[in-house]
T-cell receptor, first 115, second 111 residues
């Protein structure tokens, strides 16, 4: 049973470019969460999605960041016009249907470097 | 600010000793708590969880203790091994909120 998959594992973008991060949840999981982690810090919640719906985006910056979880295919975190401050590790987690939060299973992360 | 925090940012222990990692939380409405282990370059890995109707839960070599009176959570690792070296995060939530993570404690095991 494959775990949460994320790609790419490493992404380098120049300032002003777009970054697209993909996450495929565990089989049977319908809840997806995105977190951001700076070096030597904890994970910060960004957004929580179910299929075709954004449930909670309270942790998402108001500009340049967007997320989707379409009916078919992976969840996508999109960062437009990246800046150096966007450099971080971005983790996706998934959980089965049921209560919000609870035990979440994390992917290996995408490390974004903005040059 | 964070609703979950840790008392000790780093912890060094001798191989074979027991480790105790502490965590304080501020949201009295939280009813679910998790400990995660994160090794360098990897995603967080689930270790053990506990619900607020319990005060202790044991796993393999790990025990989580919950003290709701003082809003304190701890992770005990028995007979610490080099493979336990990692950053450990506590996280909490209630029924309607995503997980909130603490800043983490780095555990270093001395062989």
């Amino acid at each position: 049973n494959a775990g949460v998959m994320q790609n790419p594992r490493h992404l380098v973008r120049r300032r002003g470019q777009e970054a697209r991060l993909r996450c495929s949840p565990m089989k049977g999981h319908s809840h997806v969460y995105w977190y951001r982690q700076l070096p030597e810090e904890g994970l910060k919640f960004m957004v929580y999605l179910q299929k075709e719906n954004i449930i909670d985006e309270s942790g998402m910056p108001k500009e340049r960041f967007s997320a989707e979880f379409p009916k078919e295919g992976p969840s996508i975190l999109r960062i437009q016009q990246v800046v150096r401050g966007d450099s971080a590790a971005y983790f996706c987690a998934s959980s089965p249907p049921g209560r919000v939060g609870g035990e979440q299973y994390f992917g290996p992360g995408t490390r974004l470097t903005v040059t | 600010g964070e609703s979950v925090g840790l008392h000790l940012p780093t912890l060094s222990v001798q191989e074979g000793d027991n480790s105790i990692i502490n965590c304080a939380y501020s949201n009295s409405a939280s009813d679910y708590f998790i400990w995660y282990k994160q090794e360098s370059g990897k995603g967080p890995q689930f270790i053990i969880d506990i619900r607020s109707n319990m005060d202790k839960r044991q796993g393999q070599r790990v025990t989580v203790l919950l003290n709701k009176t003082v809003k304190h959570l701890s992770l005990q690792i028995a007979a610490t091994q080099p493979g336990d070296s990692a950053v450990y995060f506590c996280a909490e939530n209630n029924r309607n909120t995503p997980l909130v993570f603490g800043k983490g404690t780095r555990l270093s095991v001395i062989a």
